[in-house]
């Protein structure tokens, strides 16, 4: 027996040497901070910033670029040469007709093309980046919702862990000072041998128990971590957790997700219908354009111009994309009406489980109450050998199990609370 209480507590030392007190706030802000995907939505934002400058320089900007053409055209047999290269060939010459051709191309310009009037292409664009922002945005509130309810839940069973050893190590301590009475009873001739051997075997269980829980509570403190993301080798002591009841919002967060889904809809409808529009870009280029190389000196120049394109028929394509745009506002609207049931069902579902555990405990109090007295008159009973020991430990038993069954009730509240939380936002 004392080799080991000496295991239990030379592994429970450095345990108590390290200890620190954390809150589950520590491990909340830990974990919004350190998430992968969370910093990774956040990132998101510097996309969609950069996306509006892709579509301004798309769009709005001045395009430039270089273009060389080099058409090898020859005629064959040509005034009695086999091959040559000329604008007037003879007629007997075998060769492309040369008004096509002109007997080749020689060609280097820098062609600029800047887009006019095309407000009303770019306007729809610029609306999608940021109602795309705005979903990605929104979807970073439901990365956060679901790790601070996976933190929370994890904090509350590692802490129901921690007040199990607490209380079981409660009724050891009782236990070993009910030792040294039972031992001078024995030598009285007051209790049996098998007495003192009752008691030192449930203090050895008990011991054995404590030391199982705070394997159970070194797993869940490391799970905790690893939600938070925390790297910290440390073992903590956890405060008591707070849970209290959330008022519902202004708007509940299934609403605005809805809303931009939809907005988001509607605007790639919008950018779609913008290839219907009439698009004008003005045309410059300037260089080397002939087809005579040796005169290619003189045919240095420039070129301006206009492009306009108006769509006229597509084969009824905006119809059909009207029709698929319908039909996916359709299954939004349907997965709205069954988002909305079923969160109203697990808020009910939560409230009525939360006031169940509350009631538990009520009971469980009242008869913690009764045990602890029970306990106190049996003690001294025991001390005058007017009860037998077996009596005392299953008095005890009976007390563990109505502890433990009281902190799975106050866990039970916590959790639930903390589920009414995740859904009432």
Avoid at 196 to 223: R, V
Wanted: proline fraction near 3%.
């Amino acid at each position: 027996m004392n080799k080991l209480c000496l295991l239990i507590v030379l592994f429970l030392l450095p345990f108590f040497l390290k200890a620190q007190n954390k809150n589950v706030a520590y491990f909340l802000n830990e974990g919004l901070k350190n998430n992968a995907a969370i910093a990774e939505n956040t990132n998101l934002q510097q996309f969609f910033q950069i996306q509006n400058e892709i579509i301004t320089a798309q769009n709005k900007k001045p395009q430039v670029n270089f273009t060389g053409d080099y058409l090898f055209a020859p005629y064959f047999f040509n005034n009695g040469r086999l091959i040559s290269i000329t604008p007037n060939p003879s007629s007997k010459a075998y060769g492309y007709d040369a008004g096509l051709t002109n007997g080749g191309l020689y060609a280097a310009q820098v062609n600029l093309a800047v887009p006019l009037f095309n407000n009303e292409i770019i306007k729809p664009l610029y609306e999608q980046n940021k109602i795309q922002s705005q979903v990605s945005a929104n979807n970073r509130r439901q990365l956060e919702q679901d790790l601070k309810k996976n933190i929370i839940d994890q904090y509350i069973i590692t802490y129901q862990f921690q007040e199990q050893k607490n209380y079981l190590q409660k009724i050891i301590n009782q236990l070993e000072t009910r030792k040294p009475y039972v031992t001078a009873l024995v030598k009285q001739g007051l209790l049996q041998q098998n007495d003192y051997l009752l008691l030192d075997i449930q203090q050895t269980t008990n011991s054995n128990d404590l030391l199982q829980l705070q394997f159970a509570y070194n797993n869940g403190l490391g799970l905790l971590k690893n939600l938070a993301a925390i790297a910290d080798t440390a073992t903590f002591n956890l405060d008591a957790p707070e849970m209290l009841l959330l008022p519902a919002p202004a708007e509940y967060y299934y609403a605005q997700k809805f809303r931009l889904d939809s907005l988001n809809l509607v605007a790639a409808q919008n950018v779609f219908n913008t290839k219907y529009k009439t698009q004008v870009s003005a045309l410059v280029s300037s260089g080397i354009n002939a087809a005579d190389i040796a005169n290619l000196p003189h045919n240095v120049g420039l070129s301006a111009g206009l492009h306009v394109a108006i769509p006229i028929y597509d084969g009824k394509q905006k119809k059909l994309n009207d029709r698929q745009h319908n039909v996916l506002l359709a299954n939004l609207q349907a997965y709205r009406n069954n988002v909305v049931l079923i969160q109203q069902n697990n808020l009910r579902n939560a409230k009525q489980q939360i006031v169940q555990w509350q009631q538990t405990i009520g009971l469980l109090n009242l008869q913690i109450q009764k045990q602890e007295l029970l306990l106190d008159i049996i003690k001294d009973k025991v001390i005058k050998g007017q009860v037998t020991v077996m009596d005392y430990i299953n008095a005890l038993q009976d007390y563990a199990i109505t502890q433990k069954n009281k902190a799975l009730a106050a866990t039970n509240v916590l959790l639930y609370t903390n589920q009414f939380n995740y859904y009432n936002w």
